[in-house]
Structure formats: C-alpha cells, structure tokens
C-alpha cells in the first residue's frame, strides 16, 4: 500500500471542510512532522471536530503533524447513535483531511467497553440483544466500519484497553465483551479486521503496557496476550501504549524502551499513541473546575520541568526501538485535553498551552526530534 499515492486525489474532496495546507516539508524544516520525516517517524495528535474546522487549530493539526487518530469519531456510539442509522460525517472529514494535507489516519476503536451505543448496551441488559446476536452486532460494525475506509487507514486500534489494572494483570473477565462473548472473540475481531482491510496495520491499544505502572504487571499480562494471538496466527501487526502519564506517579524511560523492544522482538511495530502527561494545577477557582484559561492559573504555578522531561522520555523510548513506527500525542491544546474533565484539579497536560503558544513540552519533543535527523530511518510501515 502506498499511501502517498492516495494523497493527491482527496484534495477536491476536502475542499468542503478547511484549508489545504501545504505538503510535508515545505511549511518550515522545523515542524514535528518534517523533523520525524528525516527518519520516517511519524508524529501524530488525536483530532476532535475543531481542531479541523477552527482556523488556528486546523493550522497547527496540519503544519505539525503526519498522522491523525480520531479523538471520538471512530467510536462506535458515534457512527451508529441508532441501530442501523449511521453518522459518518467526522470520520469521513477527519480521513479527508488527513489526505489532503498528507497524513495517515490510526483508526481507533473498534472493540472497547466504552462508548458504546446505548440501543446496544441497553439491549444486552434487557436480554432483548443475546451473545449469538451480539456477536454478528460487533462482527458486523467491524466489517462495516473497516471496509467503508478500506486502504485509507494505516494503523487500527482493534481492541482497546482489555487488561485489568492489578498485578498480577489479566484479560478483564469482567470486561464488557469478555463477560458475554469469552476471551476466544480478540482473536476474531483481528480476523474480522483484516479480512475488511488486508494492508491495515492491526493493533492492540493500551495504558500502562511499558512499564508505567512500576512493576511492569500490565506489561507482562500484555506481552501474553499478543504472544497466545500470535501463536493462533492471529493477524496482529502492532501494540500501541497510550503514553498517559501522571507527574504523582513514577515514569522510566528505560523501562519503557525495554518493553516496547520486548513486542518488537515477536515481529510487531510499536507506536506510543496517546501521550500527555499531567500534573495538579492550582486553580484561583476554589470549585476547582476544569482550567480554561491560563488566567485561571494561580500566581504560584509554575509549570514543572518534569513535564517536558517525561514527554521527551517517551519520544526517547520510541526512538530507541526501530520498529516504533508512530509518536502520537492525544491531543495538542490543553483548552480541550479530556484531563481536566476526567481527574479534578489536574490539567496542564499538552504541550500547546490555553493560548496555543507552544510549551517546553513541545520544545522538548522538538530538540529531541532535531537531534535525531540523522539516525537510520524506520522502513516505510506497511504492512508486508
Ligand atoms: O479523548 C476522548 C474523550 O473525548 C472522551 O470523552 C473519552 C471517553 O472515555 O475518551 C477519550 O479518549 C480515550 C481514548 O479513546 C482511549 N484511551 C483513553 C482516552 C482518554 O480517556
């Protein structure tokens, strides 16, 4: 597959939805994406709508990055809010960006517990949805979904955050999926997969599968899990680890680098596909809500080293295994990181702050890129 030939002819379609921004490499040397060009790594952002369609966001979504991962769209209670009506409209403007402004797209997800659709989590509790029916319901959304991109997604995030946070770690029997279809379904949605797009890149998709959870629990139950999927000749192809640190907990880069070699060592590419790290934010707003504005940020807070260390950390994992194909950050802006939203009073997560001014966090990655140019290339990633 090659996916640059795609490029050229997406342009009319995109005409629609932003500007076309010009190609890798002529909007300045010193981008994320031209300076992971000079050894074909590729750096991507998650993508909501806005980043898109506002003209700043969309400026930076295009200029800075050469992969894109859905934020939302993707997900299965977007592109079927009602059972047989489906919604592809950010999906489709997402690909289509991503074409005209030459990026890949990693799919992501199409087999999690969450954010499912409710007609179909509803139907399972009311008994009205059996397994047998649940099973072709999920067979069918991955043929559908796949197919309708076929040959314009590079990496899917097949299954989604399957292992339980404990040590040891497992395959969560009380997952969603799991609890109604049995562990034998993982090895199905592959083949589902890749019987509905042949040259996708499959990958299993997880937090804290490189060491970050300190004793590597999750690690070792993740090397399991694709170790027993490549031993079926399941067609796996790639592990992501999300890359989600918290500045209260401890991170090794080492550790990191060594476990993604780990994967890489069974024939899988590895990608860090949603990094950001956060930290407690002081706010002047005693309710504690969601930072929106650098405003809101007190006097006393000043932004913590650690986070550009550990960003760069991450980078440094991946570039010290050649078979990391993909440095992914979730999101660029902290005005709309999921953060704040999810843990009270931690923010300051990205590295473009409230102000999209770039943060040492950007800065870090940036020399770090920089002083890699010159390193041997990754291959092109297709899949053989
Ligand atoms: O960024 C996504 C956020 O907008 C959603 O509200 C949230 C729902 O759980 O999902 C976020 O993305 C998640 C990703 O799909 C899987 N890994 C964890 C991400 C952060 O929650």
Avoid at 79 to 93: I, K
Wanted: glycine share 8%; aromatic share 8%; with cysteine.
């Amino acid at each position: 597959m090659n996916f640059r030939l795609i490029a050229a002819g997406a342009a009319a379609a995109f005409a629609l939805t932003g500007p076309v921004i010009a190609a890798e490499g002529s909007t300045g040397a010193s981008t994320l994406r031209a300076l992971g060009a000079h050894i074909q790594l590729h750096i991507g952002t998650a993508a909501i709508p806005s980043d898109l369609s506002d003209p700043t966001l969309s400026q930076i979504t295009a200029e800075q990055f050469s992969v894109l991962t859905p934020g939302n769209e993707m997900k299965w209670q977007v592109v079927e809010p009602e059972q047989g009506n489906f919604n592809w409209t950010g999906a489709d403007n997402l690909v289509n960006f991503a074409e005209a402004n030459h990026q890949r797209v990693r799919g992501h997800t199409l087999v999690w517990h969450n954010q499912l659709p409710n007609w179909l989590t509803q139907g399972v509790a009311n008994g009205t949805i059996s397994n047998d029916q649940l099973r072709d319901l999920l067979h069918q959304h991955i043929t559908t979904e796949v197919r309708r991109y076929r040959g314009r997604i590079w990496q899917w995030d097949v299954v989604n955050e399957m292992l339980a946070d404990s040590n040891p770690s497992q395959v969560k029997p009380t997952d969603f999926w799991i609890s109604h279809l049995g562990t034998g379904i993982l090895a199905d949605v592959f083949r589902w997969a890749h019987a509905a797009d042949p040259d996708a890149l499959l990958c299993y998709n997880d937090y804290n599968i490189a060491g970050e959870d300190g004793s590597n629990a999750k690690f070792n139950a993740a090397l399991t899990l694709v170790k027993s999927l490549l031993s079926q000749r399941v067609p796996i192809d790639c592990v992501g680890d999300q890359g989600h640190l918290d500045l209260q907990f401890g991170f090794n880069p080492i550790l990191m680098s060594q476990d993604l070699q780990a994967f890489a060592n069974l024939g899988l590419k590895v990608a860090i596909t949603e990094a950001d790290v956060r930290t407690f934010v002081e706010t002047t707003d005693s309710s504690q809500t969601p930072i929106v504005s650098r405003t809101d940020l007190t006097p006393n807070h000043t932004a913590d080293p650690a986070a550009a260390d550990w960003y760069n950390g991450m980078l440094q994992s991946c570039l010290a295994v050649k078979a990391c194909i993909s440095f992914t950050v979730w999101g660029f802006a902290d005005a709309e990181s999921w953060v704040p939203g999810t843990f009270a009073g931690e923010g300051d997560a990205d590295i473009y702050d409230v102000n999209l001014n770039t943060k040492p966090q950007y800065t870090a990655l940036q020399q770090t890129l920089s002083l890699a140019t010159g390193a041997p290339k990754r291959g092109d990633h297709d899949r053989d």
